[in-house]
């Protein structure tokens, strides 16, 4: 069973506009982590987001993070075609494992 | 400096019959975890291995076993193949005290 949802399942944009994606998990957690997947091969680490921490930025990406809703949501701005990809949360609860949604599949198109 | 590299890149293998995934972890990483993606889902975690000891499993039959080497490198085993085990299998690795978790590119296993 997986701990989080993504939504929306799939996503289309314009390059240049921004994507908004959501995460929902179940139990506690330590942290939660997002994830970049291109052409189902290995992830790529982008941001992660202590519980502890409401907001966090990287470069062109927010993160934020409301624990008594357990949910989190990823914004990408000004996407670039680069960006298209598969989006995964993942949720760490302090047990040596990483609990991942089913994925948000973003398509930015030229 | 090398990432997460895995081995085979792709396999092909029958019904029944037994596969061997490698990993070797990035450099200065002792903790390997091994998931399993199938076709549009997001990864599953099968075990983490931390100073050559299996120190957490997922949900997944015994059929599934691993092993990790002094040099931090893994194996995961896979017994018995069936149709349902076809899928992307993922390593990463991480320090034991942190944890962020480096993958490595999968390896692509189709069962027939």
């Known amino acids: 069973s997986q701990q989080g949802e993504e939504d929306p399942q799939a996503l289309s944009i314009q390059e240049g506009e921004n994507a908004t994606m959501n995460c929902s998990y179940k139990?506690?957690?330590?942290?939660l982590q997002w994830y970049r997947q291109n052409s189902g091969r290995g992830l790529v680490h982008l941001i992660l987001?202590?519980?502890?921490?409401r907001e966090k930025h990287s470069g062109r990406l927010r993160v934020t993070l409301d624990t008594s809703k357990k949910s989190s949501s990823l914004l990408i701005t000004a996407s670039r075609a680069a960006d298209t990809a598969s989006y995964f949360c993942?949720?760490?609860?302090?047990?040596?494992?990483?609990?991942f949604g089913a994925g948000t599949t973003v398509t930015v198109r030229a | 400096d090398a990432g997460v590299t895995q081995s085979p890149t792709h396999l092909i293998k029958t019904r029944g019959q037994q596969v061997t995934l490698r990993c070797s972890p990035k450099?200065?990483?002792?903790?390997v975890s091994w998931y399993q993606q199938a076709l549009g889902q997001g990864p599953q975690f099968i075990f983490q291995?931390?100073?050559?000891?299996?120190?957490q499993r997922g949900n997944f039959p015994d059929r599934f076993s691993g092993h990790q080497f002094p040099n931090y490198s893994s194996e995961l085993n896979v017994n018995a193949l069936l149709l349902g085990d076809s899928a992307l299998y993922l390593c990463?690795?991480?320090?034991?005290?942190?944890?962020?978790?480096?993958f490595g590119p999968g390896t692509r296993l189709t069962v027939t």
């Open positions: 139990t506690s957690i330590n942290n």
């Open positions: 450099s200065g990483h002792d903790t």
């Open positions: 990463a690795s991480s320090p034991s005290s942190f944890h962020e978790q480096y």
């Open positions: 987001i202590r519980s502890n921490e």
């Open positions: 993942a949720t760490d609860a302090n047990d040596y494992k990483l609990s």
């Open positions: 291995y931390y100073e050559e000891e299996e120190r």
